[in-house]
């Protein structure tokens, strides 16, 4: 009878929260849920993403960035030492934000361009010499997305070595939308020019220069129209495939967040289709990049290519962080109801 009584209830409570939506304490629990998941998709692996800031409220994002990221919104920040991730792919930057350098063998391609031109003058072109990288041969700079940190340096790098600036068209208009700068500004960052309208790519896109071949992909969400790029990289006689999920902190708004969740899903079927093994972000400690290159070779493998399974696997992870933003929000919404 008691049995009977409860599975009564269950049907009841169920009932009663298709028909007035969740409560508050539910969202909670299913945001707890879908981070809980997270975790176990992840594995011990990829545990320092489950457990990092994709996880987190997006209220909570920049706070645990503060607390936790070496030199975060330090406009002083020091370098890290540069280093070759891959035999054509190199990292430049401080810890919290950086660029990385692709040599096709006939010209650079630079992803993003650090916070402003101080930074590219102090941490850049000393990381680039120190690599025996020519800044004259810098052919083209790819900005992810229009936010200061990633587009800060590239105005400079335009006028003074001719470089061509690729964005999508939709985040060639986001430059006077910028949330970031302003709040930067107020932590000490000077004011940045951006780059002058320049070249637009669309989706699915590409750029061949030399041995390597850019695809474009759009993936709104992050900002309208950041940008998720895929390319090869080479270790010694082989080739792998990488991509750059192009905006990781969340939005609490449910647009934005529905327009990331759909560009995720997208760019985890493109993944899957072009076969990348591995991931890179200019934030390059979201993706774990600083601790597998220090972690160096295990049984012959290169310690930043995941696989394609474990590429799989921390989309996942993305993929259960924005439901548990999705409760989150949906319970904020009903406590301001």
């Given at each position: ?11 009841y ?55 936790n ?64 990288l ?6 083209y ?46 932590k ?57 999920w ?31 093994e ?46 548990a ?10 406590l301001?109801?």
């Open positions: 009878m008691k049995k009977i009584v409860l599975v009564f209830m269950l049907l409570t169920g009932l009663a929260v298709s028909a007035q939506g969740p409560t508050t304490e539910q969202e909670s629990f299913s945001a707890a849920a879908h981070v809980q998941r997270a975790k176990e998709v992840g594995g011990p692996e990829l545990a320092f993403h489950a457990e990092g800031i994709i996880c987190q409220p997006a209220p909570a994002q920049i706070p645990y960035a503060l607390n990221i070496p030199h975060f919104l330090n406009p002083k920040a020091p370098a890290v030492e540069p280093f070759a991730a891959f035999d054509n792919l190199y990292y430049v930057g401080p810890y919290a934000v950086g660029t990385w350098i692709l040599d096709t063998g006939d010209g650079l391609i630079l992803f993003d361009a650090l916070n402003n031109e101080g930074e590219v003058k102090r941490i850049l072109l000393p990381g680039m010499k120190q690599l025996g020519d800044p004259n041969d810098l052919k700079l790819v900005i992810t997305h229009a936010h200061f940190d990633h587009y800060g340096g590239a105005h400079y790098l335009q006028q003074t070595y001719g470089v061509r600036v690729i964005m999508s068209a939709a985040d060639w208009k986001y430059f006077p939308n910028d949330i970031a700068l302003p709040w930067a500004m107020k000490g960052y000077p004011g940045v020019t951006p780059p002058e309208m320049d070249m637009v790519v669309n989706d699915g896109d590409t750029l061949t220069l030399g041995d390597a071949t850019v695809t474009f992909w759009v993936t709104p969400g992050h900002t309208p129209g950041t940008l998720s790029p895929i390319f090869p990289v080479r270790d010694g006689d082989n080739t792998h495939f990488v991509g750059m192009g905006g990781n902190a969340l939005h609490e708004n449910i647009k934005e967040l529905t327009q990331m969740h759909d560009s995720l899903h997208r760019f985890q079927s493109l993944a899957r289709q072009q076969a990348v591995g991931l890179i972000s200019t934030h390059a400690w979201v993706t774990g990049s600083f601790r597998l290159h220090a972690k160096g070779r295990v049984d012959g493998r290169h310690p930043m290519v995941f696989g394609k399974d474990g590429v799989d696997r921390y989309l996942d992870v993305i993929d259960e962080c924005i439901s933003q999705f409760a989150r929000s949906n319970a904020k919404q009903l301001g109801s």
